[in-house]
């Protein structure tokens, strides 16, 4: 259950939800998505069934004014419930628990969003957003107490859940990333990239960061360095920037492939945020070394210079980038230990004992049709 259908194109919290009810249908979990917003004949749906996701029978065109309605309809149908994201959990976990006692509510934050609140309110040292960050940090614990099982994507925000709630169930089910077949080597590749919505604050700081002070750092190293901006939102975030030799905006693309696969160095130059960074996992995923804060390497189980390089400042990432640029063998080794990183920790064989733990006795079987609900997970 989450606001929208996913669109793995779009940010890594898509691409967590696809790949997650991809996973769980692989699992032999039967999966409905249930959106609260959007519309009912969204062109994304496709993508579902492909997978074997269905879509709830009997909702309108409108999913936010059908959507209650049909679960309190439907939700004994399911043994488990995974709510997305706090904001929708906080509203909808306690109706599940009242209604319906016996379906097992999970709650997927996808990040503790207090916690990038607060350290976005840390950065700009704002009174406001402080105060903003302490009120999320209510919803959000609230929305936990009432879920039954709730996921994190790291061991840090495991341990920093149970400080606050030692009697919360928490379980890390991180990202999950597929790799490919094969990768292309440093040869045939060229230029920087950077992947982030410009909907998500993080991505607007740290893009204004790049473009003000770390690229034209890197440019007056490597002239002929070109960095791609792809997100959705990003032209109209940088409009009040002055533009910047060699920096090419994409904005929002059906396919990161073909861009991901052509480029050197990735970067994340983030400055606040919280939980795994999806953009640091697609790179990684595509065997590109990365450039990146401490704030945007933490959980992983990184190390700098081994698999990540780790840059607190902007002439420390603009000497990042010259070095993984001018040292071959560095670029190799850091683009091997990255994909290996992405096996180990953030793959499907990563994430399925945590779900099997989570989900342990629920009902499996194969998928209803797509019009149908039936027994198993929805989300």
């Keep these: 259950m989450d606001e929208r259908l996913p669109d793995p194109s779009r940010d890594s919290g898509s691409l967590r939800t696809f790949n997650l009810m991809r996973l769980m249908r692989t699992m032999g979990h039967t999966v409905h998505f249930l959106p609260t917003k959007g519309r009912f004949e969204d062109p994304l749906a496709p993508q579902l069934h492909d997978i074997g996701v269905g879509l709830p029978h009997g909702m309108s065109a409108t999913h936010s004014a059908s959507a209650p309605a049909w679960l309190r309809r439907h939700a004994g149908d399911y043994d488990a419930i995974i709510v997305s994201r706090y904001h929708l959990a ?3 976990l306690p109706f599940l628990r009242s209604a319906f006692p016996r379906v097992l509510r999970i709650l997927d934050t996808v990040d503790l969003h207090h916690l990038r609140e607060s350290r976005e309110a840390a950065a700009k040292s704002s009174r406001l957003l402080a105060w903003a960050a302490r009120g999320t940090r209510r919803r959000e614990l609230a929305a936990t107490s009432h879920a039954d099982v709730t996921w994190v994507v790291s061991d840090s925000e495991k341990r920093l859940l149970a400080k606050a709630l030692p009697s919360a169930r928490v379980r890390v089910v991180s990202n999950l990333h597929q790799l490919p077949a094969s990768v292309p080597g440093y040869e045939q590749r060229r230029d920087l990239v950077f992947v ?69 160095v990735g970067l994340a130059p983030l400055r606040f945020g919280a939980g795994v960074k999806g953009k640091v996992n697609q790179y990684m995923a595509h065997g590109i070394p990365t450039v990146g804060t401490p704030m945007a390497t933490e959980g992983m189980g990184l190390t700098h210079g081994v698999d990540v390089m780790v840059a607190e400042d902007a002439d420390q990432f603009a000497a990042a980038v010259v070095q993984l640029h001018a040292d071959p063998r560095l670029w190799r080794q850091i683009s091997e230990h990255g994909l290996k990183n992405v096996s180990r920790h953030f793959s499907a064989e990563a994430a399925a004992p945590e779900i099997v733990a989570t989900l342990s006795g629920r009902r499996t079987g194969p998928a209803p049709p797509a019009d149908r609900p039936g027994n198993g997970t929805t989300r």
């Design 90 to 92: 906080w509203s909808w």
């Design 196 to 264: 982030g919505g410009a909907q998500h604050p993080p991505n607007v700081d740290a893009v204004h960061w790049l473009l003000t002070d770390i690229f034209p750092r890197v440019r007056r190293l490597l002239p002929d360095c070109r960095l791609h901006l792809v997100g959705a939102g990003l032209r109209e975030a940088t409009a009040h920037l002055a533009t910047v030799d060699g920096v090419h905006l994409h904005g929002h693309v059906p396919t990161l492939d073909s861009l991901l696969e052509g480029s050197l």
